[in-house]
């Protein structure tokens, strides 16, 4: 079992700059693809960010590339989303999320078992 705690959310300005982290705890996540996805009021759940076991391969949906990163720091069993020049629009809670060991990168909700509870973000314009 693993359990993911969110944190870092908060009230924004337009082109500001903040950072989530994702701790885990229970098994390593060492071993397992993390990702990041956000869920605006009355909207589905939505992948924003994932990144593989080593940290070295990161994908991104397409309307956050080039304003956020993904990192990981596997001994430590963290997770973070750096979010630079953000966007109205970016306004959402935020879920943590990782998948089984030895996958690969999925951008589908139902390819991670275990879940966050979330942070929020709101960006005001």
């Known amino acids: 079992q693993v359990l993911l705690v969110e944190s870092g959310g908060g009230l924004v300005q337009a082109g500001d700059s903040l950072t989530l982290s994702c701790a885990a705890a229970?098994?390593?996540?060492?071993?397992?693809?993390m990702a990041w996805f956000r869920q605006a009021p009355g909207k589905e759940r939505e992948f924003v960010a994932a990144i593989d076991w080593s940290g070295r391969t990161a994908y991104y949906t397409d309307s956050v590339k080039d304003r956020f990163t993904i990192s990981r720091t596997n001994p430590k069993n963290m997770m973070y989303l750096q979010m630079n020049s953000l966007k109205p629009e970016d306004t959402a809670n935020y879920f943590c999320?990782?998948?089984?060991?030895?996958?690969?990168?999925?951008?589908?909700?139902?390819?991670?078992?275990?879940w966050g509870r979330g942070t929020q973000v709101t960006v005001s314009s």
């Open positions: 229970g098994r390593t996540i060492d071993n397992s693809v």
């Open positions: 999320a990782a998948r089984n060991q030895g996958g690969t990168i999925k951008t589908e909700v139902h390819e991670y078992p275990y």
